[in-house]
């Protein structure tokens, strides 16, 4: 998925409000293909450095280079292949999705056909509801009628701040979907703010965690979590017999608690099943291996000194 090709470079990127630094030399890569999780909890600097890669506001140091070109130089050639969801999109809410989006192209400026409105709405799932206005439509609905939005000048690059803010897990689900489509099946890069560390989990392949504007860090999702180790928990038929199994073992030092008829370890991915392998071996019946280390609680342990 990584193909080496930079589509954002930021290093140093500092901006100050006043004696407050909201972003502090922040730096980042984003490669042509990612699904990049900006993470970090609200107030850590993420939309005041969304604002500065839309030039929205201007930083105080730091350089931003998109597709390999200095922003600060090439703005208007740039942005042209940016999309972008800042905050809650508005629409004419007793006009169509189709007229919203047919007007909306009008008043940019662009020249968009028809044909295009078209395939966009389908894209996001809105084909069937073109015509209905869009006061019927849910917030999740909205959502993605804003990501249409974006999409209009086929940008290769879409940024995306919080967009699935106030959804239900359905609304969610819909908006996470739609991003892997977009990276999968249009070739986009996805550049996607959130808090909700869960959802990152999910769809990103590279993620940075940022806290009071600095870096945490920064890497592949994957290699991330699994550098933590994981808490696994094995539920079993015979706790008496796995307790005196593991105590003679060198998992012995692995397991963290023991609740009923359950055994949590903490592991690394790799250990889970050679773990598994050894209580099968020994005639311990396993009914259920439950990893339940997440992102979530990632983010918390290693932000907690840099409160």
């Known amino acids: ?50 604002r500065m890669l839309l030039t929205l506001i201007h930083p105080n140091a730091g350089t931003i280079r998109l597709f390999g070109k ?92 919080e967009p699935t803010t106030g959804l239900d897990p359905q609304g969610m689900k819909e908006i996470r979907d739609l991003i892997i489509h977009l990276r999968d099946e249009k070739n986009k890069t996805i550049f996607l703010s959130s808090h909700l560390l ?12 940022i806290n009071k504007g600095k870096t945490v860090v920064e890497g592949h999702v994957q290699d991330l979590l699994n550098s933590a180790g994981l808490k696994v928990t094995f539920e079993v038929d015979d706790l008496d017999s796995a307790k005196h199994l593991i105590s003679q073992s060198r998992w012995d030092n692995k397991i963290e608690s023991i609740t009923n008829n359950k055994l949590i370890f903490n592991l690394s991915s790799e250990e889970i099943a050679v773990l598994n392998k050894y209580f099968v071996e020994n005639d311990i019946l396993v009914s259920a291996v439950i990893p339940t280390k997440s992102l979530e609680e990632y983010f918390l342990k290693i932000t907690v000194d840099t409160v």
Do not use: W
């Open 70 to 161: 200095p922003l600060n130089e090439e703005r208007a050639l740039i942005l042209r292949d940016v999309g972008a969801i800042v905050e809650k999109p508005d629409f004419y809410n007793y006009l169509s999705a189709y007229k919203n989006l047919e007007i909306l192209s009008r008043i940019s400026g662009k020249d968009v056909s028809s044909n295009r409105i078209m395939e966009i709405l389908e894209t996001v799932g809105l084909k069937e509801r073109r015509a209905s206005k869009v006061k019927t439509y849910s917030h999740g609905m909205k959502q993605r009628l804003g990501i249409a939005q974006a999409l209009m000048h086929d940008p290769d690059l879409i940024i995306l701040d």
């Open 198 to 209: 869960s959802e990152v989990e999910q769809i990103a392949n590279r993620m940075i965690i």
């Open 1 to 50: 998925m990584n193909t080496e090709e930079k589509i954002i470079e930021i290093k140093g990127l500092t901006k100050k409000f006043k004696d407050v630094k909201a972003v502090d030399e922040l730096s980042l890569n984003v490669y042509k293909g990612d699904i990049f999780g900006f993470l970090g909890p609200n107030g850590a600097g993420k939309s005041t450095t969304i």
